[in-house]
């Protein structure tokens, strides 16, 4: 197609065989879309493409990116706000026409229900990276991740297990929790099932850092899940991990005893406690 499309805060360049995506730098566009300057993302990565109206007068082309086909939405798991969707290219509402001209032309190229990708198709964000959590420091080199903690949040069971580094021949996957939801964290999972379950909390996994206000931010943390998400999976499978095991109950209702604090202090609304205190009692 050759053509562009420039939107607010974000231009599709369209190719014959993929969408370049660049973001604007400025103090509009979203910190994530920031982070990331520019992404190609193949046509064999994308399983549709629909048009529809946005807020405030505004119309939006959607790319609905292919599952197991990006690193970055694979890490994400649906916790990404709409405005940081990498896959929006919000218009004026008086270029709808053009957005559904385009998204007619971007389905003649796509495949029809390719279903799951057997691999990333796009290229994750490159390494080295390196974040700073509320309980340490995470850095990854493209071959090991390590976390070096902090004497101000790190719990005394980090402090115990020392500083760390985990190779990525070692790991199965990763578990990324926004940083703008309660106990959002950055957990690395083991790659042997034989191994010792790995404690229930992040704050008391030397695996795993936790994140808390300013800490851990989205475009820093998502983009360094995602890249170590395709290391591990570059790197073979895993071996197949078996059921988790259940909470101690005497945890489960210490952490609920914890969440009522907070409840009642303000620090959590009433739907984050009983959705919380939901998933708590789910693992008994």
Do not use: N
């Not at 790197?235 to 909470?247: F, L, N, S, Y």
Request: avoid cysteine; charge should be negative; proline fraction near 8%.
């Amino acid at each position: 197609m050759g053509d562009v499309l420039a939107g607010f805060h974000t231009a599709w360049e369209f190719e014959s065989d993929s969408v370049l995506i660049r973001f604007e730098r400025g103090i509009r566009t979203p910190k994530l879309l920031q982070a990331l300057g520019e992404r190609r993302i193949p046509l064999e990565a994308i399983a549709g493409v629909k048009v529809a109206a946005g807020k405030r007068g505004t119309v939006v082309l959607q790319a609905v990116p292919r599952p197991g086909a990006d690193p970055l939405m694979e890490a994400a798991a649906g916790q990404l706000k709409e405005t940081s969707d990498p896959y929006r290219l919000v218009l004026p509402a008086d270029r709808e026409i053009l957005a559904e001209y385009y998204a007619d032309e971007l389905r003649t190229l796509l495949a029809e229900d390719p279903g799951p990708a057997e691999r990333f198709l796009v290229a994750p964000p490159e390494a080295p990276l390196q974040f700073k959590a509320y309980d340490g420091k995470a850095s990854f080199d493209g071959k090991a991740v390590s976390f070096r903690w902090s004497w101000t949040g790190a719990s005394s069971a980090k402090w115990k297990a020392g500083d760390q580094s985990f190779p990525i021949t070692g790991l199965s996957g990763v578990e990324w929790r926004s940083p703008e939801v309660f106990e959002g964290h950055l957990r690395l999972l083991h790659r042997d099932p034989a191994g010792a379950a790995q404690p229930a909390q992040p704050d008391q996994d030397p695996a795993a850092v936790i994140f808390g206000l300013g800490y851990g931010p989205v475009h820093e943390s998502l983009p360094f899940a995602a890249s170590v998400l395709a290391a591990v999976r570059a790197a073979g499978p895993a071996p197949a991990v078996g059921p988790a095991a259940r909470r101690d109950p005497a945890d489960i209702a210490e952490r609920i005893r914890h969440l009522g604090e907070l409840h009642e202090a303000g620090l959590v609304t009433d739907e984050e406690f009983s959705t919380k205190k939901a998933e708590l009692l789910a693992e008994l």
